[in-house]
């Protein structure tokens, strides 16, 4: 980054000091109030509450905010209605991207699901949209993740757990069987660029068989260097410069041709869980947006066009009123990023849209049914913060992947919230609490001047590159498992109120039997059957563009079609880029 550019942090601030409309609250009713609040404080309250009056909140992944004992206009002196909150579908957007919210569309009920060969986690798909899921959601095995075929000897023993395993076209079209592709939004998590270079493309080669024009296909991918070069932890990474133009090739691509697809999920979400603060989770993704969208607009194309289907993934923990509240700031933060920075016109282009996912690192594997309280009230903070989809985690989720019966719990939470509570009923039932907008300045304030920090290392590549980001990983994490261990942050049936109370056992999944070897029989008769010398000038045409400056996602739509496996594609990569050691420092 330019030393004399302005940061994010300075072109905001100067835009909103401009903007600044009327204070909500008259200085003479806040002078009157402070006076009264003093005498209160002074004669009412206790000599330890008043000497202890912040305290910091010890919850697990917090984002260490300390918190008043009580809040009232003080705290928000200077909030003004319209430019800090304004009506909902209205900027600054901190109330809701649509007018009527949840009225007009409840959240998307998008539970993940992955496991075995595609046979298997094809039944698991039709039972859930047998059982009201509006949305699916797939998650594929390590060594699909990985970048690894089945038969490759780095998968062994891997092949189909934690998630689907996926080795090329054929599988793509097997896990979608009798799934109307047009009908019903798909979220393809493939974590990295590089998968997702790989893998969707071959379902676009699926519905391309199935006579489905790409414009009718509906949902997103994650499409994030951040799990490529950061969280993933796996045997062989290719550059981050490298990884981040593939990530950049995925958004061109996909914008250009599937119109009403996410090209990327912005994730804080895999990021958090590893371990970091709430605060460097969301602003690690805005990083990112922001790096990402002044390259397509260097590579030519207006912001408008390029941020209409950007998206977010978070994570939502314990600290309730804080989960709600991060929302709101990020949201109106990103409008602010779009408008002020980027001078964008379209309103669409400054929503921040996110798709949402309660945090798996807290379930916990004793007393697991305490994992169901946990995740209910984290998706109804979710809910009161405005998200546009979610998924619950299952109560088991800390010894396998889900049950039937799990899975149907976790969908049934999201359903007794849209149904039952009447929650959906108000847009943002938080707003104007004195306590949810003094966090939700608070936070947002801390999201940008990490950002800032970001920026001054050159954005965020560059920030990966010098291992500020593995640092800030690793300094977290030691400090929460410290707290964890000492029992500051409280796990309740873990690290206190124990019991000696035996709980039943409970039906953990078993993974379906053969799956590696399906697998692998498939692979055979797949390498047997196709056309090599097609097969190897696809593999050869990828890698030329890898080696150019050419968008090198239409050459691995011709790898899909001719039946090229995930593996092949990926030696393709590292042949062309070579690979990359990221820092480490635990």
């Not at 995925?250 to 990021?271: A, D, M, Q």
């Not at 009447?422 to 939700?440: N, R």
Request: hydrophobic share 35%.
């Amino acid at each position: 980054m330019d030393k004399n550019k302005e940061t994010t942090r300075e072109i905001i601030n100067k835009m909103v000091d401009k903007n600044k409309g009327k204070p909500l609250f008259s200085r003479v009713a806040l002078s009157a109030i402070k006076k009264e609040f003093d005498k209160w404080k002074g004669s009412n309250v206790r000599e330890y509450d008043r000497n202890n009056w912040a305290v910091t909140p010890q919850t697990m992944l917090g984002s260490g905010i300390p918190r008043e004992m009580i809040y009232s206009p003080l705290n928000v002196s200077d909030l003004d209605y319209s430019s800090d909150l304004g009506n909902s579908g209205q900027a600054p957007f901190t109330r809701g991207i649509h007018p009527n919210m949840y009225r007009g569309k409840k959240f998307t009920i998008r539970q993940i699901n992955g496991f075995g060969g595609p046979e298997d986690t094809n039944e698991r798909l039709k039972f859930m949209i047998k059982n009201g899921a509006t949305g699916l959601s797939v998650i594929f095995d390590i060594p699909t993740v990985q970048m690894y075929d089945s038969d490759d000897p780095i998968s062994r023993g891997q092949v189909g757990t934690s998630g689907v395993a996926i080795d090329s076209a054929d599988d793509m079209d097997i896990l979608f069987k009798d799934i109307p592709l047009e009908d019903i939004t798909i979220s393809i998590v493939t974590h990295y660029p590089s998968n997702t270079a790989i893998l969707f493309p071959m379902f676009l080669a699926t519905a391309e068989k199935r006579g489905i024009p790409w414009e009718k296909l509906r949902g997103s991918v994650q499409n994030d260097i951040t799990l490529e070069e950061v969280v993933r932890s796996g045997p062989e990474y290719i550059p981050p410069r490298d990884c981040f133009r593939i990530q950049c090739d995925n958004v061109e691509f996909i914008r250009k041709n599937v119109p009403n697809w996410n090209f990327v999920t912005l994730n804080g979400y895999n990021l958090r869980d590893y371990g970091t603060s709430s605060i460097t989770e969301m602003a690690v993704a805005i990083a990112n947006g922001i790096q990402t969208i002044e390259t397509l607009i260097l590579r030519g194309y207006k912001v408008d066009w390029i941020a209409k289907r950007l998206a977010f993934f978070w994570s939502i923990s314990n600290d309730f009123f804080d989960e709600v509240s991060r929302i709101r700031a990020a949201r109106r933060l990103w409008y602010k990023i779009m408008k002020y920075k980027f001078n964008a016109k379209d309103p669409r282009s400054m929503w921040m849209r996110c798709h949402v996912q309660t945090s798996g690192i807290t379930l916990t594997r004793q007393e697991p049914l305490n994992n169901i309280v946990r995740a209910a009230l984290q998706a109804l903070s979710a809910t009161f913060g405005g998200a546009q989809s979610l998924h619950v985690d299952s109560y088991d989720e800390a010894y396998a992947v889900p049950t039937e019966e799990s899975a149907l719990i976790s969908l049934r939470t999201q359903q007794i919230i849209q149904s039952e509570t009447a929650v959906t009923e108000v847009v943002d039932p938080l707003g104007g609490s004195y306590y949810v907008e003094a966090l939700t300045n608070d936070i947002e304030k801390r999201i940008l001047d990490e950002v800032s920090e970001i920026e001054k290392l050159g954005g965020y590549v560059q920030a990966i590159e010098h291992g500020w980001i593995h640092r800030k990983v690793a300094n977290y994490f030691h400090s929460e498992q410290a707290r964890m261990e000492a029992g500051d942050i409280k796990i309740v049936g873990n690290n206190c109120y124990k019991s000696s109370y035996k709980t039943p056992p409970i039906d953990v999944f078993k993974y379906p039997q053969g799956a590696e070897e399906r697998q692998k029989e498939k692979l055979a008769k797949l390498k047997e059957s196709r056309n090599s010398r097609k097969v190897e000038k696809a593999l050869k045409n990828l890698e030329q563009a890898c080696r150019s400056d050419t968008n090198i996602v239409p050459y691995s739509v011709e790898c899909a079609r001719h039946g090229c496996t995930e593996g092949e594609i990926f030696k393709v990569f590292k042949k062309a880029y070579g690979l990359w050691k990221p820092p480490v420092f635990f």
